[in-house]
């Protein structure tokens, strides 16, 4: 298994994976919390956690953003690289078996909403500021922004964040559907642990059913859609836990979901 870095550690809570950026003194995405991110995502590989959450030790600050300084040191095909390593340790994240809860309190912003945006829900502090500025650095966001954003608030908010660079609270990024859930300044992480505890009482195999229809919403014609939610329930029925939900609700008891 994987050893915590100085930059990212974790820790298992039963089902739970526990993810903590800790790279001071904003947590800028530099290398050295992408290699840790990726070394989190190979123990959650080994461990398969029911939900990972993704927080920071570092009060005020989820994560401030990519490493700028690390950006004016490098040149083009060096810039290319540490991008698709970002990439691809967000693309794993979003494509892990996995729920993930990104707990925001204080900023989250360029990568560091980037990051937040790569997890299934997020949850964040009344005190939380969240923001993609890049425009306002000659840039786009280029970590899945530009693509993720949309998806989750529509062209026209997206594009508002995009090109103005400005900062939303965490009470407009709840009304938009940026979070999922708003919690009390300070306190992301242990609104994260209470809904960790909230999603593994349900089935693992459903749940992941779920993201994968939803996600397909936005990619397929309604019919098409229509088809896909089919599928999934049948593959449920047929080999998920359904058979262990039906008779427990029949039954009268919990279920013994996996």
Not at 48 to 67: H, M, N, R, W, Y
Request: a negative charge; glycine letters at 10%.
């Amino acid at each position: 298994m994987s050893e915590p870095t100085k930059a990212v550690s974790w820790s298992a809570d039963g089902p739970v994976l526990h993810i903590v950026l800790n790279r001071p003194p904003a947590n800028a995405l530099g290398p050295a919390i992408t290699e840790g991110l990726h070394a989190a995502l190979d123990e959650a590989d080994a461990a398969t956690p029911k939900v990972l959450i993704a927080s920071s030790g570092l009060p005020g600050f989820f994560a401030a953003g990519a490493d700028i300084k690390h950006m004016t040191t490098v040149d083009a095909t060096s810039f290319k690289a540490y991008g698709d390593g970002l990439r691809s340790g967000l693309d794993r994240l979003a494509a892990h078996p996995a729920l993930s809860i990104a707990a925001i309190d204080g900023l989250a912003l360029g990568g560091g909403l980037e990051l937040a945006m790569a997890c299934t829900l997020r949850v964040a502090g009344a005190d939380a500021k969240l923001g993609l500025p890049e425009v306002k650095l000659g840039l786009i966001p280029g970590a899945g922004g530009t693509q993720r954003l949309p998806r989750l608030v529509g062209r026209g908010a997206a594009l508002d964040i995009m090109l103005t660079g400005r900062q939303i609270d965490a009470a407009e990024a709840l009304r938009i559907g940026l979070i999922d859930r708003l919690a009390a300044a300070g306190s992301a992480a242990s609104a994260a642990r209470e809904l960790a505890t909230e999603l593994c009482a349900a089935s693992a195999p459903a749940q992941q059913a779920v993201v994968r229809s939803v996600g397909a919403s936005a990619d397929l014609p309604l019919a098409d859609g229509l088809r896909y939610e089919v599928d999934q329930i049948q593959e449920l029925f047929e080999r998920g836990e359904a058979a262990e939900g039906l008779r427990a609700f029949v039954e009268k008891r919990r279920p013994n979901f996996a």
